[in-house]
């Protein structure tokens, strides 16, 4: 059984980015528990939100992902 009260990790990434924040893969395992933030963002991208990707590469070679909402 499920837990409609609970709100879905689709829609907690849709209000944080509503919001005017910005998202990464650590922020979404800490804000809603989504393991797979790019799979959420493709989902919401095929609703037509108009989401952007921005990549960082990190002083030690590693490249982050941050997606924005473009107003």
């Known amino acids: 059984m499920t837990n409609t009260n609970k709100p879905s990790q689709k829609s907690l990434v849709l209000s944080h980015l509503n919001k005017g924040g910005a998202i990464d893969a ?3 395992q800490r804000l809603c ?3 797979r933030l790019a799979a959420v963002i493709h989902v919401l991208k095929n609703e037509g939100h108009n ?3 921005k990549t960082v590469i990190q002083n030690d070679g590693a490249r982050l992902a941050t997606y924005s909402l473009v107003a």
């Open 33 to 35: 528990r989504c393991v």
């Open 51 to 53: 989401i952007v990707k």
């Open 26 to 28: 650590m922020s979404a």
